[in-house]
């Protein structure tokens, strides 16, 4: 390996480490935060109508944050700033300066839209008596500003991370987990909450009260997402200034980019958004006290499938599998990609085939045994986060069906974000578009028909089943674009990770038949399980990877440490 390229590939780790050290602290505390707000609330009426309405502002975050306008100016950014120019002669800082403008024209007018059409829809819903649909529509509104907060921290993060400040970007989610858990326990306290209430009339509205808080410390945290990020921002002469024209010939090539991308881009954050929809029109509700639990359609009659809660048990659910994502997988395309996107345009690309190759099998070498890991110890870690105060063993173990399920896809979801990074650094927005089409498609296609046999776990399968052949089409399309990626050598480093995985799958399952394995219904007993198969499972792979020669840890140590040359 020449010392360029040596010293590409510590760059990016060492970044990959920042990034993934400080969203590990933010996975914790927001793990900590459903772990709250489960024990609190439950998984009844108030927690779905909240979490539902809570992935309104989180869609537009991914799709024109983190998304679309994300994707698209940091390729073009990334090149300004290596030439000192955009294509059409505007400096690299009045482009980023007009395309802040341009975000916050666009998501000012959503924001104003968005409330006008919650306003008319509170307004026909008055007479109706579906206190879960009314809560919806209730939160929502309030939590709406909170688009344009996020979304501007997203754009400002992007600008950053193409100046490789990282720090800022990944440590303000930080602020979001402490104020929801802040909010949470002061105002549980305040109110006489805690967590094994009777669901009576007066515990509902009191949770009502606290979830009117709670939507409120979000605008709370959004404000300091931005507010963290302006010293770095000022540090690397970002200034925000309104009098930088926003339509200019690089921003309109911006739009046109990002136009697909607010659906590609964004595919894992809608695909979500669309699972929690569906789990809320077809689950059972409450009107004037009672459970509604079939509806009418073509004069026949149907049952609802899925039962109360179902969209905040899949939301609990997809915080396990998107765990692993956030601390790992998350942080790799994120430090990978404006590397990819410097690279993309050289000739040859052996570079940016080089670092994709890295990048795609240090994915694989967490997503592997992540998605085995998940699915071995599914019901003692679900059990153990989430079975106390109003949340029962009944929702613990839907919760737990579902992780499993969620859980066999994580590697594709892993493998996906550094995949469609390289699109995006190619300027390529057509061929993730119509991934990501056939992704929604087939995972409604899957999971639909299944809810009346399967319940709310067909929604993970469907899931699970979709992102899997996502992943493996666009990397196929990917080494015909790129005139062949060394797939060859990728798929022997491959077929050891896959052997490793199955070691310690094998290993883990093998384990709960002993007799030192605990079998009680404790939290001592869960917690041992867990740390068993936990430890055991990552002995085993680690070692099985050294034996099988797969030595990507030690590469990744070695590389995000300086060497020390002799003088």
Known sequence: MSESTENTSRAIF??????????LVSRLLGLARDVVASHVFGVGIVATAFS?????????????????LSAA???????????????????AADFASGSFNLLLLILIGITLIGEAVLGWMLWADRGSARLDRRLL???????????????????????????????????????????????????????????????????????????????????VAGVLQVAVLWPALRAIGFRFNLRIAFWT?????????????????????????????????????????????SFSLLGHTFRYPLALGAPRRIDLAQLLYQFPLGVFATALATAIFPKLSADAMEPGRESFKRTLRQGIEAALWEGLPASVGLMLVCEPITKLLFQHGNTTAADAALIARSAFYFAGGIWAFSLLLVINRAYYALHDTVTPLWASVLN????????????????????????????????????????????????????????????????????????TFVPI?????????????????????????LSLCQLLGVNLLRQLRRQSTPAIKPE
């Open 14 to 23: 060492s970044h990959a480490k920042l990034i993934g050290g400080l969203t």
């Open 52 to 68: 539902v309405a809570f992935t309104i502002p989180n869609l537009f975050r991914r799709l024109l944050g983190e998304g679309a």
């Open 73 to 91: 100016f940091i390729p073009l950014y990334a090149q300004a700033e290596k030439r000192s120019k955009t294509d059409t002669g505007e400096s």
């Open 137 to 219: 529509l209730q939160f929502t509104a309030v939590m709406l500003p909170y688009v344009l907060l996020v979304c501007s921290g997203a754009f400002l993060s992007a600008i950053l991370q193409v100046h490789k400040r990282f720090g800022p970007p990944a440590f303000a989610p930080v602020l979001l987990n402490v104020c929801h858990i802040g909010v949470v326990v002061i105002g549980a306290w305040f109110l006489g909450l805690h967590g094994q209430d009777q669901q009576t009339d007066h515990v509902i509205a009191l949770q009502i009260t606290l979830a009117y808080w709670l939507a409120i410390g979000v605008l």
């Open 249 to 293: 010939p690089a921003a309109r090539q911006m739009l046109k980019l990002a136009a697909p991308l607010a659906i590609a881009a964004g595919v894992l954050q809608l695909s979500v958004v669309i699972d929690e929809f569906i789990g809320w029109a077809f689950m059972q509700g409450i009107k004037d006290g009672a459970a509604v639990e």
């Open 440 to 511: 929604i498609v087939l995972n409604i296609a899957v999971e639909l028909p299944l809810m009346w046999w399967m319940g709310e776990s067909a929604i993970a399968l469907g899931t699970m089943v979709s992102f899997i052949v996502q992943a493996i089409v666009t990397l196929y399309l990917l080494d015909r674009k790129l005139g062949g990626l060394g797939t060859g050598q990728l798929a022997k480093t491959v077929g050891k990770m896959l052997i490793a995985t199955l070691g310690m799958g094998f290993v883990g399952w093998a384990i």
């Open 517 to 541: 394995y605990p079998r009680a219904e404790t939290r001592e007993a869960w917690i041992v399980q867990l740390a068993l198969q936990v430890g055991l499972a990552m002995v085993v792979y």
